[in-house]
């Protein structure tokens, strides 16, 4: 059995991947809401890289984008 990681800061790779998924929103969406996916995206980046090599880890960062769609859902969108 592997044990995840714990990693305090964002991989180098999650740090890069993350600012071109900010930079390619500002194509379609205001300034603000573009940069707002910065803190997400490295969030489900650091969930990846926690659980890297178990059977989690394509699972932890979707369930979390669920959790987080939810949640906005439920509160900007009277869900």
Same mark, same amino acid.
Request: proline share 6%; net charge neutral.
């Given at each position: 059995?592997?044990?995840?990681?714990?990693?305090?800061? *964002? =991989?180098?790779?999650?740090?890069?991947?993350?600012?071109? $998924?900010? /930079?390619?929103?500002?194509?379609?969406?205001? +300034? &603000?809401?573009?940069?707002?996916?910065?803190? *997400? =995206?490295?969030?489900?980046?650091?969930?990846?890289?926690? $659980?890297? /090599?178990?059977?989690?880890?394509?699972?932890? +960062? &979707?369930?979390?984008?669920?959790?987080?769609?939810?949640?906005?859902?439920?509160?900007?969108?009277?869900?």
């Amino acid at each position: 059995m592997t044990i995840a990681k714990v990693r305090q800061t *964002p =991989s180098v790779a999650n740090v890069l991947t993350s600012l071109l $998924f900010c /930079g390619l929103h500002f194509l379609y969406h205001p +300034p &603000v809401w573009a940069a707002a996916v910065l803190l *997400p =995206s490295l969030m489900f980046g650091m969930a990846r890289d926690r $659980f890297d /090599g178990t059977t989690s880890e394509t699972l932890a +960062p &979707v369930a979390l984008h669920i959790w987080y769609n939810a949640g906005w859902f439920w509160l900007f969108e009277g869900g």
